[in-house]
T-cell receptor, first 117, second 110 residues
């Protein structure tokens, strides 16, 4: 079985400071990892993914994430936070050996990111 | 490009009434389709997925059902809504690896 943990319900960061949203995962095989962002009453927007290759993945809106296999982590980062980054962020995982997507993604519970002006 | 539509955007229904939520996808063929429920603005729970017309897999036992009458149409239904069915319902389809989500339907059962 696969699982995702987002240990922080909420992260508060001052505008202009770097931000990190934590995610750890568990899969039996190799992981496919994803970050999504959700604004109030909206669907989830895809930010970035790690499938294979470089451990540092760059995505939309200046976000990046670093895959760390030994720590089974995939933390989301941004060098300089904007107030408009305030939203709910989800980490998700799928086992690369699962049936081509039919199993769906397993999501973490989400982390509220609040950027203070 | 691919687009995913959901309607209605919001719905308020009394307990015991029926439900039908619709999801359609444009710009792709034979997609894997998914229904998720999000309670209280937090985590997502996978309810159903479909790999083709008439093929539905249920992830959790519940008061809801799903159908896929056409390749790019996915419907979530209930014969009698419960208070616990309230939530934000999201439809998604599978890209190459990631999933892409529709705008969601906010369902309130009173």
């Amino acid at each position: 079985a696969q699982s995702v943990a987002q240990p922080e319900d909420q992260v508060n960061v001052a505008e202009g400071n770097p931000l990190t949203v934590k995610c750890t995962y568990s899969v039996s095989g190799n992981p496919y990892l994803f970050w999504y962002v959700q604004y109030p009453n909206r669907g989830l927007q895809f930010l970035l993914k790690y499938i294979t290759g470089d451990n540092l993945v760059k995505g939309s809106y200046g976000f990046e994430a670093e895959f760390n296999k030994s720590q089974t982590s995939f933390h989301l980062k941004k060098p300089s936070a904007l107030v408009s980054d305030s939203a709910l962020y989800f980490c998700a995982v799928r086992d690369s050996g699962s049936g081509g997507g039919a199993d769906g993604l397993t999501f973490g519970k989400g982390t509220h990111l609040i950027i203070q002006p | 490009s691919q687009t995913i539509h959901q309607w209605p955007a919001t719905l308020v229904q009394p307990v015991g009434s029926p439900l039908s939520l619709e999801c359609t996808v444009e710009g792709t063929s034979n997609p894997n389709l998914y229904w998720y429920r999000q309670a209280a603005g937090r985590g997502l729970q996978l309810l159903f997925y479909s790999v083709g017309i008439g093929q539905i897999s249920s992830e959790v036992p519940q008061n809801l059902s799903a159908s896929r009458p056409q390749d790019r149409q996915f419907i979530l239904s209930s014969k009698k809504l419960l208070l616990s069915d309230s939530g934000f319902y999201l439809c998604a389809w599978n890209g190459y690896n990631e999933q892409f989500f529709g705008p969601g339907t906010r369902l309130t059962v009173l």
